[in-house]
Structures are given as structure tokens and as C-alpha cells.
């Protein structure tokens, strides 16, 4: 049951350097309010001018993180799912580009005519109503702003949440996360950092209510006290985030130092009972009780933990959940090869072949399915990854050697019917694709249906379900013209796109576990409900 009342705000900034992970303690925020029963929604807003990462290197920024009505988000919105379990929006992320087109937009359609468009107030007017857009759904809105106090571009951020205070009283709250450093010549923590972080912000009109201290030391109360003192804030708002085994950890120890209790004295709500969250801390016993070790490959192009966010934690999750540890190791695909292929995987009780974009690497997932097929290793393909599966099944089962995708084989996307006559394109352009010239934002994104096959593995890790809901982030497609050369010869298009006829998942049910799916199951496995396929694909992995 929920408690209704008028929406909060809580605002989530960060100082002295980045990465101190203010998505997991604003998830872990969220997390503890809606343990006390609270309505909670949790939002990003990117001082950069993209209209949204989906256009971004992974290398830039991490992940492309997608949300159910189908827009390409900051990997933070990953976090706020899998913590809190709440389905995000186009709402919840939002960038200074977007910020600027609405307000571009709007004067170009003659909205302010007569007037000068300024940073103030129409830039701070819009981003204010982006975060005022939930009045009345949530009973906390969380605003998480990217980048550290100081950079120029967070600055229209600031001066928003600074008006949004002042108007809103003791209904908004602000938490501020900075970093205390350990000098080990001198076997010191530093708080001076986090004092002219704080000057920072109340330089900006922001005093800050609540202090998050990032430290890979314990603090102990004198230091927790200087900081209290010399930035204004009272000894019980200061709180430490001190390194964790794993992020999971992160609410629990913000409960304990009572970082949601603090934040509702703030606004004057009555306190109550700390909330037991008896599943979360049975997620996390079977964590502590998970030793043994899986080992799990990830073939893929992008060397950088946050590359694949969603695709580790849920390997993570669903490791836990079947008491094992998954030991997770990058494999280059680029440096794949016949000759190496089976040094580079052999020690893999399991290969998830990811997602990607464009040629480079391509070759190197193809060798690895062809490798684990014929080794009957357990293998999971995600989008890009079932396409090198179904090509590598074309180029050696089929004997179509120059088996490809459109994506790849170079044919004109705008033309793709003229000249692809003579290729096998497996995987080909989608029909709503071939007319699209802009890049941004108009591939195949959000939720979709799909049908599954009674009797096939994928139904069965589903728990028999036949209808089923998941995530797209593509232009190409299994072509439907190989079907049934495909299923004649064991590769089976075991799930359907009800309405559009499109393969989403393809499996070779005399394999252990040969799995691609064409949507991406890692955007939907939260702590308490790990996604059925990643389950199913580490629980035969362990055998
Ligand atoms: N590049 C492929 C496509 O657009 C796969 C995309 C992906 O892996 N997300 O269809």
C-alpha cells in the first residue's frame, strides 16, 4: 500500500571527481523509500548536448541503457531498475541537448514571441518542468545530475535546483556526494576536498541538507564531525559510502547510518519503524554464500567494464540466484582466430557473444560461435550476437559461405532489395528501416511481444509462459526468406514478433544451450527478479 502525499524532490549532485557512483547510492535512495512504502520514480539529467547516448561510443559513456517505451538512456536508469525494480521512461533521462531542442523548438513555433531567449529563465523554466513533470505520480521524484559542481555545463542544473528550493520549501531535499582522499604518506583522510565542494555549491545558492562521503576508509566521528561543522550540516546527515564488495551492499549500509530516515526529517515526515527488507537481505546471504565459481566469457569489442553493464550485473544476479560466483572474463573479439579460438575459450563453462554496431570485430564472434557450436559450449547470443550466430550456422551448416548481414555486406541500406540479390544476407535491413536516414533514436527500440514455442528451452527457462515482453535496440533482422532452410537444418525460430512475423529468438535444441535473442533480456533483470534466460543459461553452465 502506498502513502499518498505531495511529491518530494530529492536532489542528488556530486563533487570533487566523478565516478563516485551517485547512481548507486540515488538507486539505493530509492530503494529505502520505497521499502518504507513510498511511491518512487528516479531520474538522470547529462549536461551534454547529445539529444541522447544512443548515438555515444560505449567507450564515452558506458552502456546505452533502453527503456520499455523505447528510448536510449544513461546506464544509471540500469541501476535504478535493477535496484528498485520501477519501469523508467523518456522521462527519466534527459539531456541538455533535449533540454535546449524543447526550448529551440518552442521559439522557433513562435512560443516566446517579442522575447530573448535566455539560459535564465528558459533554460532553468524547462529543466525545472522536466522534473516537476511527476507532481502528483510519485510521492518522490529522485534527480540524479550528471558531471561534479564546478564543470560549466551542470551550471543551468544548479541555478534550477536552486529556484526549485527556495519554491519548494521543506518539500525538497539535497544530497551531496564528494570524495574523501587517503593520503597514505601522510596516513590521512582528507576533508578538505569535500569543504570546497560544498563552498562550491552554496556559492550557487545550494546549501547542501544531506553529505554522502565517498572514502576507502573508515570515517570515525571526530572527521564526520569536522565536516558537519565546517559545512553547515547537521552531524546526522553526514553519511560515508565506504567501498563495498558489491553495489548491492550500498542501501543496506545507507539504512543502517540512516540516510532515508534523515532525509525524511528533512522534509518532516514522521520516521517510524526502519523497514526490515527481509528479500533484499535474502539476496544478499545467497551473494555471501556464493563462492564457487563459474567461469563465463564475454566475446565482445569494447575493453571497459561499463560496455556491458546490464549484460555483467545480470550474469551477477543470476549467478547468486543459482549460488555460484560469475567470474566474468572480456574476451577481444577483434583478436579472435581460427588458430587461437579455442586457447581463448576453452576455460569458459559458458560465452555470451554481445551486442554491437558495425564491422570491426565482427569475424572474431563468428569463429567464437562456430567454436562453441561445435564444442556444444553453452552460448548465449544478444542481438549482434544472435545475428554472428545465425550467419555462422548459414556460412557452415547451410554451406552459404558468404552468408552476411545487410549491415555488413555493404549494400546500399536505401537500396537494400536491388542489390542484395546475390548475397546471402541472413540478416537483413528491416522494412520500416530502408526508407530512415537520420541515426538518432530510429532503430527498433522500446518493449516488444513475442511468442514462444511450446517445448523449446527458451519456453521453458520462461517458466512455460508463451507471451512474453522484451527490449529491442536494432535495424536488422533474421530474414524470414532462410526460415526454413534454418529449421530443416536444427537452428529453430522458437520466438516470434506476434505482429510483425520477426524472429526474436533462435535456439539449436540438440545443443546444451544455444541461444540467440534478437532483443536484449539484460535490460529487465532486476536484484529480485533476475531474468529467466540469464538463469537458465548460468544454471547449465554450473552442470
Ligand atoms: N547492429 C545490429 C543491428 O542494428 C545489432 C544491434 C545490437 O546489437 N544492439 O541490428
Known sequence: MFIVMETKYIFVTGGVVSSLGKGIISASIGKLLQARGFKVTIQKFDPYINIDPGTLNPYEHGECYVTEDGFETDLDLGHYERFTGIHTTRNNSITTGRIYKTVIDRERHGDYL?????????????????????????????????????DIESAPFMEAIRQLR?????????????????????DELKTKPTQHSVKELQGMGIQPDILVLRT???????????????????????????????????????????????????????????????????????????????????????DLQDAYKSIRESLNLAGIYNDVKARLHFVNSEEITKENVDEKLEDMAGIIICPGFGQRGIEGKII?????????????????????????????????????????????????????????????????????????????????????????????????????????????????????????????????????NLVEIVEIPDKRWYIGTQFHPEYSSTVLHPHPLFLSFIKVCVE
Open 368 to 500: 567464437a560461435a562456430e567454436y562453441t557450436r561445435s564444442h556444444d559450449i553453452p552460448t548465449f547470443g544478444i542481438c549482434l550476437g544472435m545475428q554472428m550466430m545465425v550467419i555462422e550456422f548459414a556460412r557452415n551448416v547451410l554451406g552459404y559461405k558468404d552468408a552476411n548481414s545487410t549491415e555488413f555486406s555493404e549494400v546500399d541500406k536505401l537500396d537494400a532489395n536491388k542489390n542484395n540479390s546475390l548475397i546471402h544476407n541472413v540478416i537483413d535491413i528491416m522494412e520500416e528501416q530502408k526508407s530512415i536516414t537520420q541515426m538518432g533514436g530510429t532503430m527498433r527500440l522500446g518493449a516488444y511481444e513475442c511468442e514462444l514455442q511450446k517445448g523449446s528451452r527458451a519456453y521453458e527457462a520462461y517458466d512455460c509462459v508463451s507471451l512474453i515482453k522484451e527490449r529491442h535496440r536494432h535495424r536488422y533482422e533474421f530474414n524470414n526468406a532462410y526460415r526454413e532452410d534454418f529449421e530443416t537444418k536444427g537452428m529453430k525460430c522458437v520466438g516470434i514478433n506476434p505482429s510483425a
Open 216 to 302: 576507502e576508509r573508515h570515517l570515525d566521528d571526530s572527521m564526520r564531525m569536522k565536516v558537519a561543522s565546517f559545512c553547515n550540516v547537521d552531524l546526522e546527515c553526514v553519511v560515508q559510502s565506504e567501498d563495498m564488495p558489491s553495489i548491492y551492499e550500498v542501501p543496506v549500509s545507507m539504512q543502517k547510518q540512516g540516510l532515508d530516515a534523515a532525509i525524511m526529517r528533512k522534509i518532516g515526515i514522521p520516521v517510524g519503524e526502519t523497514p526490515a527488507m527481509k528479500p533484499w537481505h535474502d539476496f544478499l546471504d545467497k551473494q555471501h554464500n556464493a563462492t564457487r565459481e563459474v567461469h563465463i566469457g564475454l566475446v565482445g569489442k569494447y
Open 166 to 186: 527556495w519554491q519548494l520549501g521543506r518539500d525538497a531535499v539535497c544530497v551531496h556526494l564528494t570524495y574523501v582522499p587517503y593520503l597514505k604518506a601522510a
Open 114 to 150: 517579442g522575447k530573448t531567449i535566455q539560459v535564465v529563465p528558459h533554460i532553468t523554466d524547462e529543466i525545472k518542468r522536466r522534473i516537476t513533470h511527476f507532481e502528483g505520480s510519485f510521492d518522490f521524484v529522485i534527480s540524479e545530475i550528471g558531471g561534479t559542481i564546478g
